[in-house]
């Protein structure tokens, strides 16, 4: 199974986040989305689940969770803009991975038997910092993450 990730867009869904997203079995998007329209967008590719950013405001923004917990062939996700605002164990909660944004920057690191996916930011560059997204592969038990430059810093 293959789930696509991507966070910060902040309103702006670029043509290289849609090519890479193409072909996944769903999509992720850890929050600032910033307009509705991003969400409508990615459901056109797969089934997308999205939590609410610090930049996501206005009543569509309310209907939107701060936080997931997704389970995709037994893996379980918990899934938050900010990762400073984790208020998990979650290894001791049964989470095997936990997917963020907020930072911008890309992140795959694993620790205490968790995988930590930050597929940084896809919408308007920040900074010198790389428009990104990511992914996630799961096969039976095992899942591997990877993030991807779309567009060079």
């Not at 963020?100 to 010198?128: C, D, I, K, M, T």
Request: glycine share 10%.
């Amino acid at each position: 199974m293959r789930i696509g990730l991507i966070s910060d867009t902040h309103g702006l869904l670029r043509p290289e986040a849609v090519a890479f997203l193409r072909g996944a079995d769903r999509i992720v998007h850890a929050g600032d989305i910033c307009d509705p329209s991003i969400v409508e967008a990615l459901e056109r590719i797969a089934p997308t689940a999205a939590v609410r950013g610090n930049n996501d405001h206005g009543p569509w923004a309310r209907a939107v969770p701060e936080t997931l917990r997704l389970v995709f062939e037994g893996i379980a996700l918990h899934v938050l803009h900010d990762l400073a605002r984790l208020d998990i164990e979650p290894a001791s909660a049964g989470v095997r991975v936990v997917v963020s944004g907020h930072s911008h920057q890309p992140l795959v690191r694993e620790q205490g038997g968790v995988l930590y996916v930050n597929p940084g930011s896809a919408g308007p560059r920040r900074f010198r910092l790389p428009i990104t997204a990511g992914e996630l592969q799961i096969e039976g038990a095992r899942v591997a993450a990877r993030t991807v430059v779309l567009v060079p810093g």
